[in-house]
């Protein structure tokens, strides 16, 4: 957890590590491989922040990531609460959870191309690496839920609204919270690298696969920096989101 004491710390190791970058560059003095900090900002700026080609490719990623996201959000609870619920299916799901924490991404990518147009895959690959992380957060949570409260709560009737509200909510909120931090950060770095593989029209991963193939060494430290922004952006949103909803039931 950062206080705000710490913030200037971590600003200082952020300075750090770009320093070491602009001295390791200077050394070997090859822009083809290690361009210097200041040439990537210099074409983040000059040559795709105000071009159409760059937010064609932002929009067209976030979108895509986007509905990935939410979609592996949205089954991945479901998926816990019905297996919570119901032991067969809390079986039934254990070994394709297992599978699909396993297999490496590349390898989802390339037989997923068998099934699914290019396109497609920014959204179906985030929502496979979301999925799990969403499923297995969200059940270990409601696993851990006091057994004598929920006693306590059917003997005293208890509706089902208010053991939702008032039981299982606030035991399961801040590890959803906790997951889709997690999980912001990977649907982006699978999305890309879905992206690249299956070379997807206007989107970031594809200026990416562009940039490393004409050796623009430059643009493609450039563009990676964009989706590390974005992936740092969607971790902080969730992280933010959480303080605010710990917060109000605290107060309540």
């Known amino acids: ?7 200037p710390l971590y600003f200082l190791s952020i300075l750090f590590w770009l320093v070491l970058w602009q001295v390791a560059a200077v050394k070997l003095d090859k822009e083809l491989f290690l361009p210097t900090p200041s040439q990537v900002i210099l074409v983040l700026w000059k040559n795709l922040l105000f071009s ?93 839920t006091d057994p004598k409260l929920i006693e306590m709560a059917k003997l005293f009737h ?41 070379l997807s029209k206007h989107s970031i991963g594809n200026q990416i696969y562009q940039a490393k193939i004409y050796l623009v060494t430059p643009e493609l430290f450039a563009w990676s920096f964009v989706v590390i922004l974005f992936s740092i952006g969607w971790e902080q949103l969730f992280y933010q989101i959480g303080k605010i909803l710990l917060k109000e039931r605290k107060e309540k």
Request: proline share 5%.
């Open 1 to 7: 957890m950062k206080t705000r004491k710490d913030i």
């Open 52 to 144: 159409k080609n760059f937010w064609a490719s932002v929009i067209s990623s976030f979108f895509h990531i986007g509905i990935g996201f939410l979609s592996g959000f949205t089954v991945g609870v479901f998926l816990a609460v019905c297996s919570y619920l119901y032991k067969p299916i809390h079986i039934l799901l254990w070994f394709p959870i297992k599978i699909i924490k396993a297999v490496p991404v590349a390898s989802f990518v390339i037989l997923s191309l068998l099934w699914l147009k290019s396109s497609s895959l920014a959204i179906f690959i985030p929502f496979l690496m979301v999925l799990p992380i969403l499923y297995l957060h969200t059940l270990t949570a409601l696993e851990q």
């Open 158 to 198: 208890v509706s089902i609204k208010n053991q939702v509200l008032f039981l299982y909510l606030p035991q399961i909120l801040p590890s959803i919270l906790s997951a889709c931090s997690l999980a912001a950060g990977m649907a982006w770095k699978s999305g890309i690298a879905a992206e690249i593989i299956g």
